[in-house]
């Protein structure tokens, strides 16, 4: 520049000569602001949001942060497009910045939405999930559901989670046999939620409720889970999962292997310790195939009890086994709860089952369903059902 104020410029150098200055200035000027304030600020907030962060809370306030500093300006998308060349962007980063993206419709420069630029060629995510870490701890803070929901903006309406950085290898329905117990709901929720999508599952939430005061029959209605999920997605995968049930460590995968797999191994109000060896209560899977093999759950057990037993026993009658994982990784916190009255009938019903085997289940099963609900964290079927059916 010095030698530029020295010279003598012809008069059809000069005009060009400014505006070359003027622009390099405020090129200068851009790039020292994005990357000594800027860029850095955001990208120290994403950091503490993967590494720091478990508390959903912190996903919300840094969210908003975000978006209330780039509804105005250019400056998302501009570390849009930096964080996404950098190719040291963790899945959680991605899946934080595709949700701006899409809050604030970010285009690139060829017009296109930004999400496209990485949705088109998804690869499979791993088997196992890279940032798994063991142990989780489980929150006692009540939220209402208005809360929760405001905590959790990246989910589909029923509840529906799919993986925006990878293709999801499972497509898994959690099926959950409810009545009246709100607190509970709230806690499964707040507590499932940024668990399965730390595994990178494509899930949904479905809660089945059963209407009316009659005997609660748990069996019936994850049978009705089951039939209901599968007019909502193409699911392969159906994990049967009590509310008061949370579990303690993320290495416990919600999939399902090529035997059934009873989850729910060492539950706190059982010492952590597996009662018995053919148990199957609490949390199972199985695969949409298994489930139709066995012909799903008896419709028979009213009341307490019975049922996950004569689903093991329907396993062992089709030559399936009941895998588990260790009681180390299976671990769960049971949320007190009030004990429902015990089925009179179940010892008959367990002796006599497996002439039932085939005759009662998903082939007998009849329901009313009054309602269902696409909420904005779970999918809500509430059903009539009766002994009489």
Same mark, same amino acid.
């Given at each position: 520049m010095? /030698? /530029?104020s020295g010279m003598s410029l012809q008069p059809w150098m000069r005009a060009p000569a400014c505006k070359f200055l003027i622009c390099l200035g405020v090129l200068l000027v851009g790039l020292q602001y994005m990357f000594s304030g800027t860029f850095h600020t955001y990208r120290h907030e994403t950091l503490f949001y993967i590494h720091g962060g478990a508390h959903p809370s912190h996903s919300l306030s840094w969210h908003n942060a975000m978006r209330n500093n780039a509804t105005n300006s250019s400056t998302a998308a501009l570390l849009l497009m930096n964080l996404t060349a950098n190719t040291?962007?963790?899945?959680?980063?991605? /899946?934080?910045? &595709?949700?701006?993206?899409?809050n604030l419709n970010i285009t690139n420069? !060829?017009?296109?939405e930004f999400k496209n630029l990485t949705t088109s060629q998804l690869s499979l995510c791993p088997l196992v999930p890279t940032d798994l870490r063991g142990p989780v701890g489980i929150s006692d803070v009540a939220h209402t559901m208005d809360q929760l929901e405001l905590l959790f903006d990246n989910l589909e309406p029923g509840g529906h989670y799919t993986p925006q950085s990878? +293709?999801?290898?499972?497509?898994?329905? /959690?099926?959950?046999?409810?009545?009246?117990r709100p607190s509970q709901l709230n806690a499964f929720l707040y507590h499932m939620h940024p668990f399965l999508q730390k595994q990178q599952l494509e899930y949904g939430i479905i809660i089945v409720e059963q209407a009316g005061y009659g005997p609660f029959n748990r069996a019936?209605?994850? !049978?009705?889970?089951f039939v209901e999920a599968q007019k909502l997605h193409e699911y392969d995968c159906f994990i049967f999962h009590d509310v008061d049930l949370l579990p303690e460590d993320d290495r416990n995968l919600y999939t399902c292997p090529e035997q059934p797999r009873h989850m729910s191994v060492a539950v706190s109000t059982l010492k952590y310790k597996l009662p018995y060896k053919d148990i199957f209560g609490g949390v199972s899977a199985l695969t949409l195939d298994q489930f139709k093999t066995v012909n799903g759950f008896s419709n028979k057990f009213w009341g307490w009890g019975g049922e996950d037993d004569d689903m093991a026993n329907r396993l062992k009658y089709h030559d399936y086994h009941i895998s588990r994982y260790p009681a180390n990784i299976a =671990?769960? +916190?049971?949320?007190? &709860? =009030?004990?429902?009255?015990? !089925?009179? +009938?179940r010892h008959e019903f367990l002796y006599n089952g497996n002439k039932r085997f085939n005759t009662d289940g998903l082939n007998n099963l009849q329901y009313q369903r009054q309602e269902l609900k696409l909420n904005k964290l779970y999918t809500w079927v509430l059903v009539e059902i009766s002994?009489?059916?």
């Amino acid at each position: 520049m010095f /030698l /530029l104020s020295g010279m003598s410029l012809q008069p059809w150098m000069r005009a060009p000569a400014c505006k070359f200055l003027i622009c390099l200035g405020v090129l200068l000027v851009g790039l020292q602001y994005m990357f000594s304030g800027t860029f850095h600020t955001y990208r120290h907030e994403t950091l503490f949001y993967i590494h720091g962060g478990a508390h959903p809370s912190h996903s919300l306030s840094w969210h908003n942060a975000m978006r209330n500093n780039a509804t105005n300006s250019s400056t998302a998308a501009l570390l849009l497009m930096n964080l996404t060349a950098n190719t040291a962007v963790s899945t959680a980063e991605t /899946l934080i910045l &595709h949700s701006i993206a899409d809050n604030l419709n970010i285009t690139n420069k !060829n017009g296109s939405e930004f999400k496209n630029l990485t949705t088109s060629q998804l690869s499979l995510c791993p088997l196992v999930p890279t940032d798994l870490r063991g142990p989780v701890g489980i929150s006692d803070v009540a939220h209402t559901m208005d809360q929760l929901e405001l905590l959790f903006d990246n989910l589909e309406p029923g509840g529906h989670y799919t993986p925006q950085s990878c +293709k999801a290898r499972s497509r898994v329905a /959690l099926i959950i046999p409810y009545r009246d117990r709100p607190s509970q709901l709230n806690a499964f929720l707040y507590h499932m939620h940024p668990f399965l999508q730390k595994q990178q599952l494509e899930y949904g939430i479905i809660i089945v409720e059963q209407a009316g005061y009659g005997p609660f029959n748990r069996a019936m209605l994850m !049978n009705i889970g089951f039939v209901e999920a599968q007019k909502l997605h193409e699911y392969d995968c159906f994990i049967f999962h009590d509310v008061d049930l949370l579990p303690e460590d993320d290495r416990n995968l919600y999939t399902c292997p090529e035997q059934p797999r009873h989850m729910s191994v060492a539950v706190s109000t059982l010492k952590y310790k597996l009662p018995y060896k053919d148990i199957f209560g609490g949390v199972s899977a199985l695969t949409l195939d298994q489930f139709k093999t066995v012909n799903g759950f008896s419709n028979k057990f009213w009341g307490w009890g019975g049922e996950d037993d004569d689903m093991a026993n329907r396993l062992k009658y089709h030559d399936y086994h009941i895998s588990r994982y260790p009681a180390n990784i299976a =671990r769960y +916190k049971m949320l007190p &709860h =009030r004990r429902q009255p015990a !089925n009179p +009938k179940r010892h008959e019903f367990l002796y006599n089952g497996n002439k039932r085997f085939n005759t009662d289940g998903l082939n007998n099963l009849q329901y009313q369903r009054q309602e269902l609900k696409l909420n904005k964290l779970y999918t809500w079927v509430l059903v009539e059902i009766s002994e009489s059916r």
